[in-house]
């Protein structure tokens, strides 16, 4: 008899498909790190493998002061948020992270709703990450007693805010001041998206929530920059906010654009640039009139530390004008002033044209939609004959002839130059 042999193999069985002990263990690790976080205790090239297998979903009391690697944050920013762009955060994916999702728990906070631990529980584990915080809208209080329907009459109420109930927003008190990094605040008190549901109160930056913020900020010593806009900020929370900046050691730029501050409340911030250590300030958009002007000008001609002042936006007029004017020919430090919109005229262009011949530190002025008329025109054209400094004039819609601009704007752009191939022979130097 014959006898056949035959070998039957599997010709994809092979030894690799048999994990190795190490793999093995690190599925474990990575399967159990929550219960069990022992990242510290790896070789580094184990922790590698364990960082890139790790769930973005574990708790931040778990990974918040454990993972330091930016390519997990960066797969936590990436796959939360579409746009992600970490220039704005120090270049730090982990920076980023912990700043938007604190934004994003203070956006939807519901007082007497949203559990204040929510946030009370992050800052241990955010405070070492965050320095800027951008929060453009603030939730009011849910009304308890809330009628489905209104008649015409009490929707014209509301309009002039009769019947308003006094909703106060978060406190960010107890935050601010557990955040020792904080160095940036961009605040506006409302509700984004609030279509049909629309009523005044939602956009009621109500004094007491000027009294929690003024404490706020006066306790938090290393802020450097503090924006508060399109919140409804009146003259008497303008001085309220003021009382608690004076003396503030760190703060830079202050941005209180948008809002209703008229002449009493620039007369406050008048007090503060020579109280404080102010390079920037934005009054855009406001109510200030021409006592408000003469107020900052006062200032103005006794400061050493603003570089730029943005009046655009409301109604200085010619009085404030001038006074602006008059401290910017013994003021040696502003660099940029902006003054569109103000009903301005040939009296301030008269006594600019003496500022343009005589300070030597401005470099960007904005009359844009104002009155100028062709003979301001003309002695602005006059006073920048010598002017070496100028090197941005803007003065769309200001009514001063097309040929004297376009007369303005070649001295401009000649000045320009100059400094331009100054900088390139003289680069700045780099800071360590």
């Known amino acids: 008899s014959y006898y056949t042999h035959r070998i039957i193999e599997d010709p994809e069985w ?82 980023m992270f912990f700043e938007r999702h604190l934004e994003n728990i203070l956006k939807c906070f519901i007082p007497n709703t949203t559990d204040p631990n929510q946030v009370l529980e992050l800052i241990p584990l955010c405070k070492d990450y965050v320095r800027k915080l951008e929060v453009d809208q603030f939730l009011p209080a849910i009304k308890v007693d809330q009628k489905e329907e209104r008649d015409d009459l009490s929707d014209t109420g509301s309009d002039f805010g009769l019947g308003e109930v006094s909703t106060h927003h978060y406190d960010l008190g107890v935050l601010m001041t557990a955040l020792p990094h904080l160095e940036e605040l961009h605040l506006t008190y409302g509700v984004k998206d609030c279509g049909m549901n629309f009523e005044w109160n939602l956009f009621n930056f109500t004094y007491q929530d000027c009294c929690n913020l003024a ?10 920059v503090f924006k508060l806009t399109r919140s409804n900020v009146d003259d008497n929370k303008t001085r309220l906010l003021v009382r608690n900046l004076l003396d503030h050691p760190c703060l830079v ?70 006074a602006i004017a008059r401290a910017l020919l013994t003021n040696a430090t502003l660099k940029s002033i902006h003054l569109g919109s103000n009903n301005l005229s040939e009296p301030t262009a008269a006594l600019f044209s003496q500022v343009l011949a005589q300070n030597t530190t401005l470099t960007s002025i904005n009359f844009s939609c104002n009155h100028l008329g062709p003979g301001g025109g003309k002695q602005l054209l006059g006073g920048l004959a010598d002017n070496k400094a100028l090197t941005e004039f803007d003065l769309r819609l200001a009514e001063v002839g097309q040929e004297t601009e376009y007369l303005i704007h070649q001295i401009v752009w000649a000045n320009r130059e100059v400094a331009r191939l100054v900088s390139l022979q003289h680069p700045p130097a780099k800071t360590l």
């Not at 330091?68 to 920013?77: L, N, P, Q, T």
């Not at 404490?215 to 450097?224: D, G, I």
């Not at 102010?278 to 406001?286: H, Q, T």
């Open 14 to 95: 092979s030894l690799a498909t048999v994990p190795h002990l190490t793999e093995l263990c690190l599925q474990h690790i990575v399967h159990n790190f929550e219960k069990n976080p022992i990242l510290d205790r790896l070789l580094p090239e184990h922790q590698r493998k364990v960082l890139d297998r790790l769930s973005t979903g574990l708790p931040l009391a778990v990974t918040a002061n454990l993972v330091s690697d930016e390519d997990y944050w960066k797969r936590c920013c990436t796959e939360r948020w579409q746009v992600c762009d970490i220039s704005s955060y120090g270049n730090s994916w982990k920076r």
């Open 215 to 224: 404490v706020a900020v006066k306790m938090c010593h290393n802020l450097k």
């Open 253 to 322: 730029e202050l941005n209180l654009s948008h809002n209703l501050i008229g002449d009493k409340g620039a007369q406050a911030v008048g007090k503060l640039i020579n109280r404080s250590r102010l390079e920037i300030l934005n009054l855009c958009n406001n109510r200030i009139r021409h006592p408000g002007a003469e107020a900052l000008a006062e200032a103005l001609a006794e400061n050493s530390t603003l570089t730029s002042l943005n009046l655009r936006l409301n109604c200085v007029e010619d009085g404030g004008g001038e």
